[in-house]
């Protein structure tokens, strides 16, 4: 391979790069969807009994202090207190949660959560594809989950690493960890090869 050629393909990668880099966007947890969920699957449990952050007429519930806000993620950990009026379950709780790359809040009714995680003081787990979850709206329809243990979107890919919730005080902890994806960890990285070679 002569130089010439090396040079149009290190050339043709730190673009491609350049264009993944500038395709990374905003990523924004939309909102949140409590259900009861069978401790043995994360199936819903509790029929229509749902609280959601995201202004439908399911009882509401707050990420932080806001409701219908979605809010803004970074890169690492992004810490959320929940405040849940009214919940009283003891046993476990499916927490459904819808991403977004802008922050128009998400409305679409019957829509299945992009990521869920179950579970019960503290230990947690992700229903497996095919599992019937609650989905976003009042009376809204039963339907399968994916099976997603993270979700990516805008370049990045956000995974939970903390899910409780304290039914006695109707509060909650959740913790999203955000990293870029994969696929664009491996072209910075080609950029950043060919970008070396270049200089030598």
Known sequence: MNSLTRAGIAAGLLTLAAGTNAAYADLYLNGILLYHADS??????????????M????????????TATPLLLSAG???????????????????GMFFSTDATLITEFDRVPDLIVYGSGGAFNHPAAGTIVNTLGQFSAF?????AVSHS????TATVTEFRIDSFSNTGFLTIRVVPAPASLGM????????RRRRR
């Not at 043995?40 to 952050?53: F, I, L, P, R, V």
């Not at 339907?143 to 099976?147: A, D, F």
């Open 77 to 95: 950990d992004n810490f959320f207190a929940m405040t849940i009026p009214g919940w009283a379950w003891p046993g476990t709780s499916g927490l």
């Open 143 to 147: 339907l399968p989950y994916s099976g």
């Open 153 to 156: 979107a805008g370049g990045f």
């Open 188 to 195: 910075l990285g080609l950029a950043g090869l060919c970008a």
């Open 40 to 53: 043995a699957n994360g199936q819903s449990a509790g029929g229509h009994t749902e609280w959601d952050s």
């Open 55 to 66: 202004n439908t007429p399911n009882a509401d519930m707050f990420i932080n202090g806001v």
